[in-house]
Structures are given as structure tokens and as C-alpha cells.
């Protein structure tokens, strides 16, 4: 009976040992039988590694994004591109952004060429319900535009910047509207209704949220706690850092986390947490000199601070929770790593540059192989390895034992010296190359897919005495028309002709009513007079914690002109006064087209 019970005990003990060297292929196994899991990524504007408490910074709390981290896996060495565009064109996918056409910030450079596929097309189509809320910034007229790039629902801006933050115009699926409260509490409340709207179906929300980027307003409570606050830390060169603006960077991102927290606690109060990925990352370095764990350079640069982004996954029950991957990591593999883990098929004709991270998640990655991942702006290209960084100028960095770049150690190691100069010779070769010298893609409208084309003063050309409200193009607008000479032209292509009614948005001084406009494409022009005033002040400035060097804006009024014949071609679209009573014509930030009897 004794030697019964011994054996049934080893025997157990066995099934024990067995159950535990076994635990990385069952979780693979319960992770495939499970449905596809829900998709929250959420990615925030200007907003440096060093800006949450989770990695140091005494001089703010993060409890809800660091509880991501808890809760979750955590990237120690995670890299973006310098600035917003192509960080965002390399997340949607997984390709270098020189690849995809991206060269700009604005004006029409930051356009995803349209032979791009974004990862979320692909989920798309496998069924998910797809939405984003927010910044944009990879093209605005369709289909640029996120409804043509496997988004159903779209909330937010498109243009690089917006020039006010408390319920500021903004736009729905194409058409203006007005935004509800403070933009990034605007964008949470969209967010949790359509999580709330799609509980029982598998769903993709991404989140680009565009704080803590300038103009630096945020709502008086965060403000307050921030306002009078000593800081504990600042950046390694303090002499270059404005505390005010680190304050009001900081009091941003404090909302920023009370929203992460509105989304969690959604995703708890509906039972999803164990069917959910929640994915936090950033799209660069931060905006201004501020601390950022000593850390060399800031947005813009290709240095370690300008480029390193945490990257925080929270999957309840899937990841393990407090897990830190010391491996590098880039943007480019989250396409790659999330169609990976959510079982969506992929098929594209064009190679991807990431690569799937799910092994390293999971704890699969018996052996990882060692990677170099480039990061580019402007004439600027940076390389790094696990252990080294290639800066711009060609010095070599350990970055294990000199992490904030001071001393150059290409004479003790000449053949990884070589090795990534190889590696940063051949990105320029390649990626590099694929950029045309001259963008000749214009403006698209009257796509037949979609019936609203916005045509900004941003993508302008303006001639003549015409100047821009700043020299910042994104949320800018155009004034002092003070000729019949002077014009406004855009290059466009139709692809299909239509009948589209205008609406141009403008302001006039009393003095100025009965300015006579006309808008001209190819063969047809369609003119239409100013007959009401609309002369608001500039707002902005007010709400401002620092001075900005964005435009400040406006309330600009549409003026439904009628409807416009637009032929099919391409060509130059212009507007022009044709008689101008007072001493200008109007302030113009906007032309909504839309196509009748669609």
C-alpha cells in the first residue's frame, strides 16, 4: 500500500514537472484557441521615453501607462523615427517611411504612398471593426485618407498639428464638425464608445493622441498641480531647458495617463482584459530640452534621445505581467507582431522591413539574432545594434557603458565601425533611394469612393501679397489679400468628374463684404460673392501656458457657394478675387468639397 502511494505521488509530481517545462508551448496553444483579440494602440505626440514615472522622471506621476507595464511586458531598448510622419507611416506598415514616400511634416510630404497596405487593412478585412481617433498625419484627401486606409471610423485631424485643443473644429469621416471638450479627453470619450459599441465583436482602435505637441494648452487641473511645481530633475544640459514649457509638457501627459486609465478601467468594468492587446508607445523624442534619462538629443535627432520610445503591452493572462525584453526593437515590427499574435492573415506583395516580436513576448526566442535598425530625418541617418549606436557624423557610441554619447570608440572597435557604416551605406542605397527626387503626386479629388475632399491652406501655393499665419503650414491660414492679382492654387488630380458643392471657409471684415471670389479648374471657373461679415478675434493665446510658435487660429465661417461642374484630370485648381471693394478680400483656411447626388 506504501510503495501504491509512493508511486501515485511520483507520479503526480511527474504530470507537475511535465505541466511546468511545457508552459511555453500550452500558453502558445490556449493563446490559439482563443478568439482574435481585441487590438487598443494608443501613441502619443512629442512625448519623450523620459516623460513618465514608470522610467524615473520624479517630476510627474503616470500611474495608469506604468500599471501597462506591471500588468504586462515592457520594451527596454524600443526605437521610433525623429518625428511624426514617418513614425506614424512606419507603424501602419512595417515598412521604412522613405519606402512609402514620406519626407515631409507637411504640405503633402507626409503622404503613405497609396501602393502602401497598412496593417490595419488587413485586419479589416479579416472582420475586425476598425476606428482611429485622433492625429492622422499621413495624407488627408482620399485615399490618403484614414477611411481609405482600412479605418471605418475616423475622428480626429489630419494634418500634422492643430492650433487649438478646446473643442476645436475637427472632423468626422470626412465632414467638419465640432469637437466636445479638450481634445484628448474628446478623443478617449470616442474610444470607449466604440469599445463599448463593439464588446462582442473583435475590434482595432488606434489611438494617436497629439498631445504633449505644441501649442502646450491643457486643461486648468492639470495645469495647477504642474504650474508652481519645483522639478526634481532636468535635462543634462539645464541651461537649454524652459521649465515652463517642461511643466506644461508634463502636466499633458499627466492627462494623458488619466485617459490610458479611462481606457483600462473600460476594458475591466466590460470583462475584456484577457481578450485585449494594449499597446503605448510614443512617436519620437520629446519637444523640448527636458529630462529624459541623460539621454542625447531630442525630437528631431537621430541621437538615442531622439528616437528611443517606451513600448508597453498589456495582455491580461497572455503576456507575462512585469516582463522586460532587453532585445532592440522598432515601429516597423509592430505590423508584423500584431497580425502575428492576432492570427490575421497577411498577404502582401511588398517585403516588410520588421519583424515579428512575438517569439521574444511569449518567451520562445531560444535564439534571438542580432538586428540594426536605421533611423533617418532630413540628411541625418543614424544606426544601431545591441550594443552600439552610429550616429550621423559617423562616431561610434557603446551605448551599454557611454548611454548618453560622449565618447567616440570607433578607433577600439573598428569592425563594428565598419559593420554599420556598411549597414547605414546600404539603407541610403535602398530605402533611401526609393524617394523621387521631386514629389509630382497631386492633391487627389472626386476620388468615386468617397463623396468629401477638405482642400486646406496648408497644401497651398499662395502668390502675391498672400502670406501664411505662420510659417508652421499645418493648422495655418492665409491673409492680407490685398490684390486682384493675388491668388491661392493648389495642383490637383480628379479622377472622376462630378458635380461638387463648395464651401469655402473664410472671415471678412464689414468693410470688406462684396468681395467677388472665383475658383477655377482646367476649363470651368465658378465665382460667387462674400455678402456677410465674419470677423472673430484670434483665440489661442489665452489658453496658452507658453507662447507658441504655431499659428494662433480662428472661427472660420463656411460659405456655401454653390455647386462647381469638377472635369476629370489633373491640373491647377485656383482661387482668386476678382473684385475687392474694401482693402482686402478674405482670410481663407479651408475648402470643403462635396459630391452631389452621392
Known sequence: MVNQLQNIFLLLIFFLLLACTSSPESSQTVQQSQPPPNIILIMTDDQGWGDLSLNGNPNLRTPNIDALAANGVSFDRFYVQPVCSPTRAELLTGRYSTRGGVYSTSAGGERLDLDETTFAEHFQKAGYQTACYGKWHNGMQYPYHPNGRGFDDFYGFASGHWGYYFSPMLERNGQIVQGEGYIIDDFTNKGIEFIRQNQEQPFLLYLPFNTPHSPMQVPDEYWNRMKNKPLDSLHRDPEKEEIDFTRAALAMCENIDWNVGRITQTLEELGL????????????????????????????????????????????????????????????????????????????????????????????????????????????????????????????????????QYTNVADEYPEELARLTAAKEAFEQDALAELPAEDMRPFIVGHPDYPYYQIPARDGIAYGTIERSSRWPNCSFFRNWTSTNDSISWEIEVPEAGDYEVEVYYTCRPEDVGVKMQLSFRDIAHSFLVTEAHDPPMKGKAENRVPRDESNVKDFKPLNTGIMQVPAGKGTLTLKALEIPGEEAIDFRLMMLKRVGV
Do not use: C
Open 273 to 404: 482584459e484577457e481578450n485585449t492587446l494594449v499597446i503605448y508607445l510614443t512617436d519620437n523624442g520629446p519637444n523640448s530640452w527636458r529630462w529624459n534619462g541623460g539621454m542625447k538629443g531630442r525630437k528631431g535627432a537621430t541621437d538615442e534621445g531622439g528616437v528611443r520610445s517606451p513600448l508597453l503591452m498589456q495582455w491580461k493572462g497572455t503576456l507575462e505581467a512585469g516582463k522586460k525584453v532587453e532585445e532592440i526593437a522598432s515601429v516597423l515590427d509592430l505590423f508584423p507582431t500584431l497580425t502575428d499574435l492576432s492570427g490575421v492573415p497577411v498577404e502582401q506583395e511588398k517585403p516588410l522591413d520588421g519583424q515579428s516580436f512575438k517569439p521574444l513576448l511569449l518567451g520562445e526566442a531560444t535564439d534571438w539574432p542580432g538586428r540594426l535598425l536605421v533611423s533617418h530625418w532630413r540628411d541625418r541617418t543614424s544606426v544601431r545594434s545591441q550594443q552600439f549606436r552610429l550616429d550621423h557624423e559617423g562616431q561610434l557610441f557603446d551605448m551599454r557603458t557611454d548611454p548618453g
